[in-house]
């Protein structure tokens, strides 16, 4: 035998030893969830919300025509995102009620966690702190059981109930340390949420130069995330702590990024919400 | 005479360096303890942990516990309980911070399969708070050599015969080939006969068209000269009339002719359609298979959580709409 061919044969030998055997093939109806999922999430991409829904409710279907409860949970929890960014509020809490309000069917622990914050978070996008904070408690007591990987998301949600309560104090500890358990799981959207809430809540406690130090590590976060709404809101809290300062020449070049930013991501809200920011006092 | 008794001067004040001599050894004795006792660790203060191991092979009293490679402890005593082996392991408390709750040990040799035997500690997160004296720790065996041997033999058989299978794929697309090329040999030997039966049909229509100018010309002319030339026409035109219908219906049989040809022709392509849709199909179970295979598995991957994220930004209040 040639020496190149045994050279061949051993080296294929080789290769073959380190393969796998291959896995499982999915069923059907697993390679239709997989594909409604993978749709919805180029939905989202493409800024198609109202098209992500449709895809979500359709992965939702076919999960619950096979009783798959993660699937199930998981679909529930993605279509009450989607509704709440095309306003659609109580069909998102309607959405979080199929995990919530079933406590028979075995959803996991990790799911019923994810459900619980996101309703503190509806709640808390609505107006009602009091509420959002029964869901966060609930939400805190799930998560000492579990090794909490959503621990910075709590920590910035308890922290934004403390600010809307009007304890600064409380606000900017709980933001600190969100941001501490944020970076240390290399969560940057995260990190960078809990820097704009300390941010805020060092505004609101008066101490002005921490607030804009806080908040423009948040925007070089953000910046770095591309994200135009977080950005946007950055400014605008910027151009709040400057004017506090009494830099009036800082906040309104704030706001005027924030103008660009918001004309420029095509948010006529954001832009709306600039004007009443820009109007003398 | 009597003379008074003297003790011997040979050895003065021998009490004395005798007992020097025992103090000496025995601070010697116990500074050597001492040391051997510092070796040893026993003034560093330890914690002891535990671990249940379903078999004690390799394990003995005073192999070192490693923390990221770094000796942290040692093992102090084994004893059998209900269900495998209690094996208790002292840890510097110096590193107990470094051993949250959840963390776990595993028996480990320090160059892979080879090496001296260690109990490895795997840290667990540090949320889950610090791991106190006797609490236990979960342990997982390392994989022996014929555990890794029957693993890899059980890796690669399905291997070759995805190999196996691929090959007489290969093999019967071979085949396959023969038989399309057949096909289309004996296709392309009837090219030039259709395409004599298509210069033919173009050269009769050409014909015909001329015939046809022709006689429409001559229709003008019988006009112009009046009625009387009609009956001395008619026969002409309806000679040459004949000839055009023949004309056309030579050039119809030859259609007729192409069609049916073209009609063979896709007949005996349909097999080769379907032999290479087989093929395909064939091919696209391979790469599937392929693809479920390491290391393409990897490459891959399907995302395992197809969750949009939990994102506290959300909670802020939306703008006035």
């Not at chain 1, 605008?236 to 506090?244: E, G, M, P, S, T």
Request: net charge neutral; glycine share 6%; proline share 5%.
């Amino acid at each position: 035998m040639a020496p190149l061919l045994r050279t061949a044969l051993a080296a294929a030998l080789l290769c073959a030893g380190c393969a796998t055997p291959p896995s499982a093939p999915p069923t059907p109806m697993a390679a239709r969830l997989a594909d409604a999922n993978v749709r919805a999430a180029a939905a989202v991409r493409a800024g198609d919300h109202a098209g992500a829904a449709r895809r979500y409710e359709e992965a939702l279907a076919l999960a619950r025509s096979v009783e798959d409860a993660d699937a199930i949970a998981a679909g529930a929890i993605n279509l009450s995102v989607v509704y709440q960014w095309l306003g659609r509020d109580s069909e998102a809490r309607d959405a979080l009620k199929i995990v919530l309000d079933d406590p028979r069917r075995a959803f996991p622990e990790r799911r019923r966690l994810q459900a619980e914050l996101r309703r503190a978070i509806l709640e808390l996008a609505a107006g009602n702190p009091a509420a959002a904070g029964e869901w966060a408690a609930r939400a805190e007591r799930r998560c000492e059981r579990l090794a909490c990987e959503l621990a910075p998301v709590l920590l910035n949600i308890k922290s934004q109930i403390a600010l809307e309560g009007g304890s600064p104090g409380s606000a900017a500890l709980l933001a600190q340390q969100a941001a501490d358990a944020a970076r240390s799981r290399g969560d940057r959207a995260e990190q960078a949420n809990a820097l704009r809430n300390l941010g805020r809540a060092r505004l609101a406690g008066g101490e002005h130069a921490a607030a804009i130090a806080a908040l423009e590590q948040a925007l070089a976060i953000d910046h770095s995330l591309a994200d135009p709404r977080k950005i946007h809101a950055d400014l605008v809290d910027l151009a709040r702590a400057a004017l506090a300062g009494g830099d009036r020449d800082a906040a309104r070049g704030y706001l005027e990024r924030a103008q660009a930013v918001s004309h420029a991501a095509r948010d006529p809200r954001g832009a709306d919400e600039m004007e009443v920011q820009l109007r003398p006092k | 005479m009597s003379e008074e008794f003297r003790p011997p001067t040979r050895f003065p004040r021998l009490a004395l360096k005798v007992n020097a001599f025992l103090l000496i050894a025995v601070l010697l004795v116990a500074g050597f303890g001492w040391i051997v006792a510092h070796k040893q660790g026993w003034f560093v203060p330890q914690t002891m942990i535990r671990v249940i191991t379903p078999d004690a092979l390799g394990i003995s009293s005073g192999m070192p516990v490693k923390l990221f490679g770094f000796t942290v402890g040692s093992v102090r005593e084994m004893h059998l309980v209900p269900g495998g082996v209690d094996v208790q392991l002292a840890i510097m408390s110096a590193h107990m911070p470094r051993i949250p709750k959840g963390s776990r040990a595993r028996f480990a040799r320090e160059s892979g399969v080879i090496g001296a035997s260690v109990i490895e500690i795997i840290p667990g997160k540090p949320i889950n708070g610090e791991l106190y004296e006797g609490e236990q720790i979960e342990f997982e065996r390392s994989r022996g050599i014929s555990e890794i041997v029957e693993e890899f033999r059980r890796q690669a058989a399905p291997a070759f015969a995805e190999l196996k299978n691929a090959l007489s794929q290969v093999s019967r697309s071979g085949e396959d080939l023969g038989i399309i090329l057949g096909a289309l040999r004996v296709e392309t030997e009837q090219l030039p006969a259709t395409h004599k039966a298509l210069r033919q049909f173009i050269r009769n229509a050409d014909r015909a068209t001329a015939d046809i100018s022709r006689q429409a010309g001559a229709a003008l002319e019988s006009a112009q000269r009046a009625s009387e030339s009609i009956e001395r026409a008619t026969p002409m035109l309806a000679g040459k009339l004949a000839t055009t219908l023949d004309s056309v219906d030579v050039a119809v049989g030859q259609l007729r002719q192409t069609a049916a040809e073209a009609q063979e022709t896709l007949r005996a392509a349909r097999p080769m359609i379907d032999r290479s849709e087989s093929t395909m199909r064939d091919a696209s179970e391979v790469f599937s298979a392929a693809k479920r295979v390491w290391p393409l598995s990897d490459a891959f991957k399907e995302t395992p959580d197809a969750m949009l994220p939990i994102d506290s930004f959300e909670a802020r209040k939306a703008p006035a709409r």
